[in-house]
């Protein structure tokens, strides 16, 4: 597969298909000689959740009716667990996601045990967050108790997929109907996991919760940190957990990270020129001064023009830093007016930069972008 393939191929092509097919085969000699070429039949056309969905449609006719006579079928093709030793960065092979799929469309309405059961295999080699979320809201309770035995789990993979699984806002993700509470007391659980691979995922769950109920998130923080063995795992998860809220400003995350919203400093920023051409580099200056000792943690936000009039705005992180009376701390950065960003697009007019200081803007300036 070439370099810079779409995702779609990359993940889903011929030799993965045929991967697939063999190992089915391996273990049922009349699974269906066709199911390569049906599949593939379809991929021009087909972007990439669309060729995991079509791959688990093929399935049901390749397997046998019988769900559990099924899953005993798929458990047996699958390749041993993905490798217990590691502690992250190992994710699977996608070509097992369909595999879920044909799990919740088959399984869920009157094999809800062993769907899980299926579930639980398939997750140790390629994660099931997005399949184990039909269960969540058919089987609440049932998935939940389930939860309280797999954030015990030896498999790294089966206690993520608790956090994973569960998580309010995931992307790619179906909703899920279930109070965003309850998956907390699994969370308490999950904390001090010694993967990071689950500790990632726990304080991306957090990060969603944030976005609704920054309170409790703030407050179960402060007590994990108390309560914690790990020390520095639960100081890494709490500041990955309050990304969105360092970004938005608020004053008790930056607080619980040890920084001061209040410190008592003076900030100036100032712009080598008032008119920046799209495609030409902003490039800024800093200094901040303080009569008391204070560790600072610098973001930079971008005001946008928009033709609406409505202005965009955009957070950047600079750095973090010290500044003392005998020191002052100086900076310069050049940030890039890209004209063929991807995430958002450049329009001629007026733009303003903000400093933010341990979430409390200090100075800014505004400059003229013109056209490239």
């Known amino acids: 597969m070439a370099k810079g393939a779409p995702l779609k191929d990359l993940f889903f092509n011929a030799t993965k298909v045929g991967d697939l097919a063999a190992r089915f085969r ?66 699977g092979d996608f070509i097992y996601a369909p595999l879920g799929e044909y799990a919740v469309a088959h399984g869920l309405e009157h094999h809800r045990d062993r769907t899980l059961d299926l579930l639980e295999a398939l997750t140790q080699r390629f994660s099931m967050e997005y399949a184990i979320r039909h269960v969540i809201n058919r089987w609440p309770d049932d998935s939940y108790a389930r939860f309280e035995v797999w954030a015990h789990h030896p498999s790294y993979h089966v206690r993520r997929l608790v956090s994973e699984g569960t998580r309010p806002r995931l992307p790619w993700g179906i909703g899920i109907t279930t109070p965003i509470a309850r998956a907390l007391p699994l969370l308490d659980r999950l904390r001090e996991d010694d993967a990071r691979f689950v500790t990632r995922s726990v304080a991306n769950h957090m990060n969603d919760i944030s976005k609704v109920d920054a309170d409790a998130v703030l407050q179960r923080l402060d007590r994990w940190q108390a309560e914690a063995r790990r020390k520095e795992e639960v100081a890494w998860l709490t500041r990955h957990a309050l990304r969105g809220l360092i970004k938005a400003g608020h004053p008790q995350a930056f607080a619980l990270l040890g920084y001061d919203p209040e410190a008592t400093l003076t900030a100036e920023l100032t712009l080598a020129s008032p008119i920046i051409r799209i495609g030409e580099a902003l490039d800024m200056a800093i200094t901040l001064t303080a009569p008391e000792t204070c560790v600072v943690l610098i973001d930079y936000i971008l005001e946008f023009h928009r033709p609406s009039g409505r202005p965009g705005r955009k957070v950047f992180k600079l750095r973090q830093g010290r500044v003392a009376p005998d020191a002052p701390l100086t900076l310069s950065k050049q940030h890039m007016m890209r004209g063929d960003a991807t995430t958002f697009r450049l329009h001629p007019g007026p733009h303003r930069l903000y400093l933010q200081i341990n979430g409390k803007i200090r100075d800014s300036a505004g400059f003229e972008l013109t056209a490239a």
């Open 26 to 91: 391996a273990v049922d000699p009349g699974f269906d000689p066709e199911f390569e070429a049906r599949v593939l039949g379809r991929f021009p056309e087909l972007e990439l959740k669309q060729r995991m969905a079509w791959i688990a449609e093929c399935l049901a006719p390749a397997l046998p009716s019988d769900f559990a006579h099924a899953a005993e079928i798929i458990e047996a093709a699958l390749p041993p667990p993905l490798d217990p030793t590691r502690r992250d960065g190992d994710f």
